[in-house]
């Protein structure tokens, strides 16, 4: 299981909607130090959804791989501990 890094993706520029390429992933809200509780999203079957914390709405978008997004600024990867 620890094989796998769930993407992380963050709305520091404050965009309406995020298309990502993966329907699993944790949204931070800001980039640190201004990010809220990094909570895990999951779409299930459905194409978009709503962060509870920030109100980023999340869009699948297939064609791009699981780390990216569209606008490309809003990726973040964690420091390594």
Same mark, same amino acid.
């Given at each position: ?7 992380? /993706?963050? #709305? ?12 699993? /992933? ?7 130090? /201004? ?11 459905? #194409? ?11 869009? /699948? ?10 606008? #490309?600024?809003? #990726? ?6």
């Amino acid at each position: 299981m620890a094989d796998q890094v769930v993407p992380h /993706f963050q #709305n520091t520029s404050g965009h309406d909607s995020i298309a990502i390429g993966t329907r699993k /992933f944790m949204c931070i809200g800001a980039k640190p130090p /201004f990010d809220h509780p990094h909570v895990f999203l999951d779409m299930g079957t459905e #194409n978009e959804i709503v962060c509870p914390y920030c109100s980023t709405l999340y869009k /699948f978008d297939a064609t791009l791989e699981a780390e990216e997004s569209s606008p #490309n600024d809003c #990726n973040w990867t964690p420091e390594a501990a």
